[in-house]
């Protein structure tokens, strides 16, 4: 009898692992193009699942956001998005860039996650 | 009715399998982020009751080292500030870029032919560009360029240059230091000159001959992020010379390129631009520096202001740029200059120049290839306002349209062809069409 009963627990549990991922607590919408993210500051808050949908203009560019130990390539123009989530676990200001080479000002294209 | 109990589970496993394993890991990462993050919570409360522990306290958790960054994580790290969740869409792995030595770079090749002449074939750039991250606040990033082709010592016919070579300093967004071979923050095309992203085989003449390109100067400055969009640049450079100022081509040849550069009387340039909305690109430059240092008895003063401003509307594109120009003491340039060549340069005191440009791309935004056809619209005067005593020639208050198409079959590969209906208020010789094809390519 435990072991019918373990077994319906399990039962019950599995479909809340199998449900399509939870939906995000704030979604942004982030357009790179040579040279700068729009909008390059983002303001979320602590605790927050946040999802980054990141397109391009142009070319391929990088994401880099050392503080979530991401680096991905946004597709270049047409070719789909990037998509990045992350939980904004500690309050703070944290550094992203370009880190894929992408022309003359390649350096000055940076932004920043706030989590207050 | 026992049975199917039993088989409840395997049927759920099922169903759980009938989504991608992709999902399920992403879901399992997602939780596990949730319950770290929940402990950390847990743990910060129980530690404002519980007394601190005798050893000395980890070390701080934000780490913003250059590591190697995981390409997909569904296992985050508690000790990150941001725990990533999940990638997707990345493209390519690029878990250790600008920790090494990236090289990216830009050529094109055109054909060039004036009406009633023959034309000519032009590999007209080879550029590589390297950079390096000593820090996440230290990098260096440079790009040298071949010109033409051929070089050979004191022949005209082509240049290795190095077109910029700096260091950034990065502090706050807000605030960030430059020092360098630096490109002069003025027009849409000095800073933003890759072939892909501008139409035409050559560049506009506004900026070509009233904002001389590619501008580069030793100098340094600071750069930031101010907010809502805006962002500035602001610059000490060595200043143009005027001594290798012309008539016909302006400040073009008065760069100095970073070689026996005057620092004497620092040029003053910044840029103020407004990237916040979609799609939308607006800037203004203002530059004012002394230009004399190669002259002895005289040192103009050159103003430049500059407005500019790029949109995209659906499949249409526009881009436009107005430029005035002032230079000081012109009257005395040109005799200055008359004295040292034995002819009269006759520099203007007033130069200005503007083009409107309107493309529309005739495939949908998802195809892998675009098709731009475009249309500009350029007018300039490197004589608008002449010193006293000299008289402005009619040839050079200039107009053109010019109409082509750039077709690419990659983002970063450009086919271009134009052509130019050239004129000039210059009533009895009319300046010669162009006709100009080219393939520019970035990497």
Redo the contacts between chains.
Sequence with gaps: MKT?LA??L??AL??A??????KPDRTVSI?A????F????ITVKQ?A?VEFVLT?????H?F???????????????????????????K?K??F?C??????????M????V?K | MVKSVYFAPVLFVCGAYGQSTADLERRVGELTARVQFLEQKLNELLAVKTPPPAEPPAAPVAQLAAEPMPQSLTKPESTSPLEAVSVTGDSRSRADAESRLPVAGYMDFHFNKERGLPGEFDFHRFVLLFGHSFSSRLKFWSELEVEHAFIEGGEESGEVALEQAYLDFLLKPQFNLRAGMLLAPVGIVNERHEPPSFNGVERPFVETFIIPTTWREMGFGATGDLGRGFRYRAYLMSGLDASRFTSGEGFGAGKTNGFLASFRNPAKVTRLEYVGLRRLALGASVYSGHTGFNLHSVNPRVDIFDVDGRYSYRRLDFRGLFADTWISRAGELNRALQLETGSNPNIASRMRGAYLESAVHLLPRQNRNDLILFARREAWNTQRRMPEGYVPLPQFDRTSWVLGATYKPHADIAVKFDYGFNSSARSVFRPADTINFGIGWWF
Aim: some cysteine; overall charge positive.
């Design positions: 019918l077994l319906m399990f039962a599995l479909p692992a199998a449900q399509p991922e939870a357009v193009e040579r040279f700068f729009s909008p390059s500051r605790g699942l391009s203009e142009d070319t391929e990088g880099h956001l050392a503080a979530a130990r991401v680096n991905a390539v946004i597709p270049q123009q047409g070719k789909g998005e990037l998509r990045v989530r992350f939980l904004a676990s500690k703070g944290y550094a860039e880190s894929r080479a992408c022309g003359a000002g390649h350096n000055l940076r932004g920043e996650v989590v």
